[in-house]
């Protein structure tokens, strides 16, 4: 036992991991950029279930990761054990007030130890209990659950997107609420790097677009018009006269052949066209077919009406990335220890570094 005791306070075992460490990440940056199928989605997941899932599937390309948790874990039980031990010698040390400042040296070094161990502390308890989710969509006005929670939600109330003269954005605002049995909890405009934070758990913003909400036509009658909206998840809408609308099929690139038969040219969206049907209570009357790029080309005539595409309704979107890290606090708490004892490190005289002998 004293004999593995002193192994892993050996100053020499720390200089050695230290320098297997820098190697090690080195090769991983190189391989970083030779594999990213393999390693592209290491930040995307949280850590663990990354590593024991596509990592252990890919070791051609993981390897170094493996052998860098190993490196790190004996280096943490390094200095796990030689900060032990060199508390345990400032207790026991009973000298004079002269030797204060040396002293002083001495815990805050220790304290620099501390603070790394609970850092990596809260790094292990983010990558093991934590959660990463990416491209959850989000409508304006429509709300969203929290990932892995049955009582969070959130709502994205509005989403102001600006651009400049050359096409290029200034700004992307989602103002989010998070929600708890509809109830309000906290309010955020979230922009780029400046997340909705909620006990541990992170929400930021990534990307936005427009989809399409809602089809309009214009049912018209010896000049008065009537517009019917049709909303795409219902697919049919029954106007003021008691016609209803029903969306049929949607082709992307219409054609007709020889016998006049609907059908798609290719797979690209070059022509597309939509099939609506009319019905009059349960009685189908007509159909025909609409091109959305042309809708001034196209109508359907029934019982002395006139139905025409008006176009289609968009509806702003986000795309949100929420994270959940419980160990962040114990991450900056490990950091506030490391940075304070460092600057006190710096400005207290004294003897010199522990790692430099004396001369004999």
């Not at 207790?91 to 004079?96: A, T």
């Not at 959850?136 to 709502?155: A, C, D, H, W």
């Not at 998840?233 to 038969?261: C, M, N, V």
Request: aromatic share 10%.
């Amino acid at each position: 036992m004293k004999s593995i005791w002193k192994f892993f306070t050996s100053t020499r075992l720390a200089v050695v991991l230290s320098l297997l460490i820098t190697i090690d990440v080195l090769t991983g940056t190189l391989l970083l950029s030779s594999s990213p199928k393999a390693l592209g989605m290491i930040d995307l997941e949280i850590f663990f279930y990354w590593l024991f899932g596509m990592g252990l599937n890919n070791l051609a390309a993981s390897w170094w990761i493996f052998l860098l948790l190993a490196l790190l874990l004996l280096f943490a039980l390094n200095t796990i054990v030689c900060t032990i031990d060199s508390i345990a010698f400032i207790l026991r040390s009973h000298r004079e007030t002269a030797r204060t400042r040396a002293k002083a040296r001495r815990i805050l070094s220790q304290a620099i130890h501390l603070g790394f161990i609970i850092g990596l502390l809260g790094h292990l308890i983010s990558s093991t209990f934590g959660y990463r989710t990416v491209d959850n969509r989000i409508f304006e006005g429509s709300s969203i659950p929290v990932p892995q929670s049955n009582e969070l939600s959130l709502r994205l109330n509005k989403l102001d997107v600006e651009f400049s003269k050359n096409d290029g954005m200034l700004r992307m605002d989602a103002d989010l609420s998070l929600l708890q049995d509809n109830k309000i909890l906290k309010d955020k405009v979230v922009r780029l790097n400046e997340p909705l934070l909620y006990r541990g758990n992170a929400v930021y913003i990534t990307h936005h677009g427009e989809a399409p909400e809602s089809m309009g036509f214009k049912l018209s009658d010896n000049g008065v018009q009537e517009i019917i909206k049709i909303k795409l998840h219902e697919r049919s809408a029954t106007s003021k006269k008691g016609y209803t609308l029903k969306l049929e099929q949607l082709i992307p690139d219409f054609a007709r052949d020889s016998e006049g038969k609907a059908y798609s040219a290719s797979k690209q969206f070059r022509n597309p066209a939509l099939e609506v049907k009319v019905y009059k209570g349960e009685q189908f009357l007509v159909s025909g077919w609409f091109l959305l790029k042309s809708p001034s080309e196209t109508s359907l005539a029934f019982n002395g009406l006139k139905l025409v595409f008006s176009g289609l309704a968009y509806r702003p979107y986000a795309i949100l990335t929420i994270n959940k890290d419980p160990g962040t606090l114990i991450v900056l708490s490990g950091a506030l220890i490391f940075i304070i004892s460092l600057i006190g490190l710096l400005f207290i005289k004294g003897e010199g570094m522990e790692l430099v002998r004396k001369p004999t």
